[in-house]
């Protein structure tokens, strides 16, 4: 078979798979793949371009005062006819405000992060959204499913942004083995090898952020981008696990100062400051110096700058032609 004979063929299988697949079919959409709702990154326009590219496009609420969030909302209806999500960080302040828009505008999905989402369920359930938390452990996603959560992403500490202690490779089937409710692996995957590495482990999909940092949609500051093509395997490194809120980041002068404040237990106050408006700076102005350039461990991975859509076909090809590898060769 040729070479594009045979790419054909796997992309052929590969969308006959998903067809059934639990996510695609509860979300009504092409590829089980979630773009992570990265504060300050996850606009309306990224989202939107990861929804018409057939994932699941999510708005970042973050601390994103309720007028501007509604505003993002809007632009992403109009960019988009297909389903696109809402991330509530529950540590916010504007959570409570984040919920109410997601209820008024009929949101289809929500995702939660970085707390407890029983509030969330309780008021957007009965609308008939449907409630994804991000969980870091296995007594929480239990928790969640009681709760009536519809699916829960298991995110390993591989991820960027605020983690847990498990990494995906020990989270991921732990999590699929505890709940009915399907599982979406995050934290790590980047790219096909990833993304059947999640299935093999009991995931029905996948969530990716620092891949989508990298994309033409994305209004990350083109300095951040091109720090994430030119990163390697270690250059991220988590701050704040003295303050109960660890963080991974890519390495630069805020991560050392981070570390250097914790190492000499300087008072919580102190090292929460150094944060403040930092991720602004980072992510949106480009300072590569001070700013807090939240990213994961797939930073290393990830080499190019390209449009949503065909992240998301390549991922899938490549994870198609990857199982197809396996089985048949073992190699
Ligand atoms: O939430 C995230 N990632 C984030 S939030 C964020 S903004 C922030 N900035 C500074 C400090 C803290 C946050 C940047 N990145 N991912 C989802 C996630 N949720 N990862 C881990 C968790 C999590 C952790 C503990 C969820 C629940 C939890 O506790 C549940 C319990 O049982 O208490």
């Not at 989202?47 to 969030?69: E, K, R, Y």
């Not at 969330?120 to 007594?139: C, D, Q, Y």
């Amino acid at each position: 078979m040729g070479q594009s004979l045979t790419a054909l063929f796997f992309v052929k299988q590969v969308s006959e798979v998903l067809k059934n697949n639990r996510i695609c079919k509860m979300l009504g959409i092409e590829y089980p793949l979630f773009q992570g709702g990265m504060a300050w990154a996850a606009t309306a326009e990224l989202a939107a371009a990861v929804s018409n590219g057939g994932g699941l496009g999510i708005i970042a609420a973050a601390t994103t005062p309720p007028d501007i969030l509604e505003q993002e909302i809007l632009k992403a209806r109009a960019l988009t006819d297909r389903p696109f999500g809402l991330n509530i960080m529950l540590l916010s302040p504007t959570s409570a405000d984040a919920t109410e828009l997601a209820a008024k505008h009929r949101v289809p999905v929500v995702t939660t992060g970085a707390g407890v989402p029983g509030r969330v369920i309780n008021r957007l359930k009965p609308l008939g959204t449907i409630v994804i938390p991000v969980v870091a452990s296995v007594a929480h996603a239990k928790r969640v499913e009681k709760q009536g959560a519809d699916a829960v992403v298991a995110e390993g500490m591989e991820a960027g942004g605020h983690i847990g202690e498990l990494t995906t490779m020990a989270l991921v089937p732990q999590i699929a083995s505890a709940v009915g409710i399907p599982v979406i692996a995050a934290g790590g995957i980047a790219d096909g090898r990833g993304v059947a590495a999640a299935f093999a482990l009991g995931a029905n999909g996948v969530q990716l952020g620092t891949r989508f940092i990298c994309c033409m949609e994305c209004i990350a500051h083109d300095n951040f981008k091109q720090a994430l093509v030119e990163a390697r395997d270690r250059d991220t490194a988590v701050t704040g696990r003295s303050t109960g809120h660890p963080v991974r980041c890519l390495r630069n002068k805020l991560t050392a100062e981070f570390e250097r404040l914790e190492y000499e237990h300087a008072p919580v106050e102190e090292i929460e400051r150094l944060g403040v408006g930092k991720m602004r700076s980072g992510i949106i102005e480009g300072d590569l110096e001070w700013g807090s350039l939240m990213a994961g461990q797939s930073s290393g991975m990830v080499n190019d700058v390209r449009p949503a859509a065909e992240i998301i076909r390549d991922v899938f090809d490549e994870a198609g032609a990857v199982l197809r590898n396996i089985s048949a060769h073992g190699e």
